[in-house]
């Protein structure tokens, strides 16, 4: 599928959304991510395509990828997109994935985001809002400081049950998720970041008790 780049906009201050005008009508479900092809010049070994989850809604005109701006340790597809003029083709995948709500809506739900991780609850839960469907829901994002916040127009509807853990404070494990969120036997978990804290993460929920099959995941890799 084939997209035109329009616009870039600043997150915070580490991170920006890159916004593209598909070619032709596109459906996904909140939270599905697509491939990202960028051919261009001196391409380092891991070359031109990148996975990127979808931090738009399906109900909005353009689609979005959220990313952090790296600095000289980025890689070469990542100063591409930086240095991407306005209006340039690219290539999209057709978004795929299934880290998405379950068809059940009375199950009470936990998200938990570790950084650039909220990009598919920002998504999920743009969507919610738009679409009126009320979910039990409750959000921890997990980040360095709130400087580095994101999406707080979208995450300040949960109110109460948004739940901001800076590493300044305390590191995210299984005991702060299940202090912060009282699970029960009925709930879900979403985890949603780099990889090797997603995994340990999940250890320490299943040391509390939380069944593996009530954990879902997504695991973002460094671009």
């Known amino acids: 599928m084939k997209a035109r780049f329009v616009k870039k906009e600043s997150v915070n201050a580490t991170v920006a959304s890159f916004y593209f005008e598909p070619s032709q009508p596109i459906h996904y479900v909140a939270g599905q991510f697509t491939e990202l092809h960028l051919p261009h010049e001196s391409a380092d070994a891991r070359k031109d395509k990148r996975w990127f989850t979808l931090s738009s809604a399906p109900h909005e005109d353009l689609l979005c990828i ?17 240095e991407l003029p306005l209006g340039s083709e690219v290539s999209l995948a057709a978004p795929m994935g299934d880290f998405v709500l379950p068809k059940l809506a009375s199950l009470p739900l936990i998200f938990v985001a570790i950084g650039i991780g909220i990009t598919p609850f920002r998504s999920i839960l743009a969507d919610l809002q738009a679409t009126g469907e009320q ?6 994002h997990s980040i360095r ?13 949960l109110g109460e049950h948004c ?14 998720i299940t202090q912060l969120t009282q699970p029960s036997s009925d ?3 979403y985890i949603a970041g780099p990889e090797h804290t997603v995994e340990r993460v999940i250890t320490e929920l299943e040391e509390q008790g939380i069944p593996r ?5 997504d695991f973002f890799q460094g671009y």
Request: charged fraction near 20%.
């Open 66 to 82: 959220t990313t952090r701006l790296n600095d000289t340790a980025s890689s070469s597809f990542k100063k591409a997109l930086i």
């Open 135 to 140: 979910r039990d829901i409750q959000l921890i």
């Open 145 to 157: 400081s709130l400087e580095d916040s994101m999406f707080g127009d979208v995450l300040g509807e």
């Open 163 to 176: 739940h901001i853990a800076t590493e300044n404070d305390t590191q995210l494990t299984g005991t702060l």
């Open 187 to 189: 709930h879900y978990i």
């Open 213 to 217: 099959r009530h954990i879902y995941t």
